[in-house]
């Protein structure tokens, strides 16, 4: 939502249990068409609740966090990563049919002669059984909406050194090739990806 807005910034008093508390000075509530506004993690906090806020899914969690929340790739720490041309998606990847995801990786760039550079991904994680299963979407981005039958990228992965899974996605794929590993009693996860402009999307493990 875009434009200039009138809000109405009021002295809001605030009470818990009886006990007034005052609001920081750069986090005021305020009042907008009939309705009052207040500031989240300073009442949630006043009530003893930690506010968590998690970007790659921009959610946010007050309180505890559910059990079975799926935790997404980038959250987890490599033990051993090797990057090439790839990037965390940070904002929109748009697949080759025009649609939309905002979590995952971009693979494969430009050089400064305008020419397609492949993006590779060679990833360890240690998971010690602690996860039951990988899901993620792998897709080729919206350059390639035009584009003929081709191969676009390829993906292998790998669970205490056995290969689990393995897939490629073609350039004028209909709509992205689904990615699912079982992971019981996985203790050492690697994953193997790489491709021009495409996007390993969505990618998260679940307990």
Not at 95 to 124: A, H, I, L, P
Not at 150 to 158: C, K, M
Not at 180 to 205: H, M, P, S, T, W
Request: some cysteine; glycine content about 8%.
């Amino acid at each position: 939502m875009q434009g200039d807005y009138e809000v109405d910034f009021k002295n809001i008093k605030y009470y818990f249990d009886g006990e007034q508390k005052e609001a920081p000075a750069d986090n005021q509530g305020f009042i907008y068409n009939n309705t009052t506004y207040v500031p989240l993690r300073f009442l949630s906090e006043s009530l003893g609740k930690e506010v968590t806020w998690e970007g790659a899914t921009e959610s946010i969690y007050v309180g505890k966090m559910p059990e079975n929340r799926p935790v997404n790739l980038g959250e987890l720490k490599a033990t051993n990563s090797q990057l090439d041309n790839v990037k965390r998606i940070t904002s929109v990847f748009v697949t080759n049919q025009n649609e939309e995801y905002r979590q995952g990786y971009k693979f494969g760039t430009k050089d400064e002669k305008g020419n397609y550079v492949k993006g590779s991904m060679d990833n360890t994680y240690l998971l010690n059984g602690e996860y039951s299963k990988f899901e993620a979407l792998l897709a080729p981005e919206s350059i390639w909406s035009q584009s003929k039958e081709g191969q676009a990228g390829i993906i292998h992965i790998y669970g205490d050194d056995k290969l689990l899974f393995k897939a490629d996605v073609a350039s004028n794929v209909a709509k992205p090739v689904p990615v699912y590993v079982d992971l019981q009693n996985v203790k050492k996860l690697r994953i193997e990806c790489q491709g021009f402009e495409i996007g390993l999307l969505n990618a998260k493990l679940y307990k």
